[in-house]
């Protein structure tokens, strides 16, 4: 099965769907992983925060790594200048591997100038550890503000992203600024399988809502990055690289926006001892 990629500003490619891997540790997400790879994934996505980077690694060291996309990202209290160097550092430790294909600032941190970040993110891509560089959960005034003053292009934004939170103006930036756009949540964490709409499309192609979902992303240009501990479901969301909506239902699923987030709110805590502002 070939998946298909987009093309960063290094010319490196980095395929359409990926797993994610938020909320599975242990044995699970070594499964996951494993089951991923098996099927034919090249592209993995982690983070410091997710706790599961060593269990990934263990996996990894078991293929070709030259064949895996491998993404980490680094927590908010990480973004200063040596602390971001240091982050990456303890990622690239625990995944066993000497570089990432791309490292992310998870979150954007206000109490942190975001030029010390970035250059320490530069500082990683002139030493090889970092081929790409990108952000998570910006938005389109946080984008431009790290494109404005970063000295690597900002490759990607990883942002919630699902047919019941489109967010026209984000994505409209990151098309006119070619920032490539993750879907992180595609499946709204399993809520958008409720949608009357999704269902009866699901019903008419004779396949799930996760892949109706998923598929309604990639057509919009978008890579994914659906989560899974069970195989099979890990098996069945690559499997949507195959499969094609028509005209008139991508225009329904267009219309099914609610502007409504699983997770990317306002209401964020920002003393968090791991998404948050370090006390």
């Not at 290094?10 to 992983?33: N, R």
């Not at 980077?53 to 209290?77: C, H, M, N, Q, W």
Request: glycine share 6%.
């Amino acid at each position: 099965m070939t998946v298909p990629t987009h093309t960063l500003p290094s010319g490196d490619q980095i395929p359409t769907v990926g797993l994610g891997t938020w909320d599975i540790a242990g044995e699970t997400v070594e499964e996951s992983v494993r089951a991923a790879l098996d099927a034919g994934y090249r592209h993995v996505d982690t983070a410091e925060g997710y706790m599961n980077e060593a269990e990934i690694g263990g996996v990894l060291a078991d293929y070709d790594r030259e064949d895996v996309f491998l993404t980490s990202k680094v927590l908010p209290s990480n973004l200063a200048y040596e602390s971001v160097i240091e982050a990456c550092e303890a990622s690239l430790d625990r995944l066993g591997t000497d570089y990432l294909d791309l490292y992310l600032i998870h979150w954007p941190n206000p109490a942190i100038s975001l030029r010390e970040t970035l250059n320490g993110m530069a500082r990683l891509h002139e030493r090889g550890l970092v081929r790409n560089v990108g952000v998570s959960n910006f938005s389109a005034y946080q984008l431009s503000a790290a494109q404005h003053v970063s000295k690597v292009p900002i490759a990607v934004n990883q942002i919630e992203f699902h047919p019941w939170f489109q967010r026209p103006d984000l994505v409209e930036y990151c098309r006119e600024t070619e920032t490539v756009i993750e879907a992180a949540a595609p499946l709204a964490r399993t809520n958008v399988f409720d949608d009357e709409v999704i269902g009866e499309i699901a019903q008419q192609y004779d396949t799930s809502p996760a892949q109706i979902a998923l598929r309604w992303a990639i057509e919009n240009d978008v890579v994914v990055l659906p989560k899974s501990s069970s195989a099979e479901h890990v098996r069945e969301n690559l499997s949507v690289v195959d499969r094609e909506l028509d005209e008139e239902d991508r225009r329904r699923l267009d219309g099914i926006d609610r502007d409504q987030p699983c997770y990317d709110t306002g209401a964020r805590d920002w003393s968090d001892d791991v998404y948050g502002i370090s006390q």
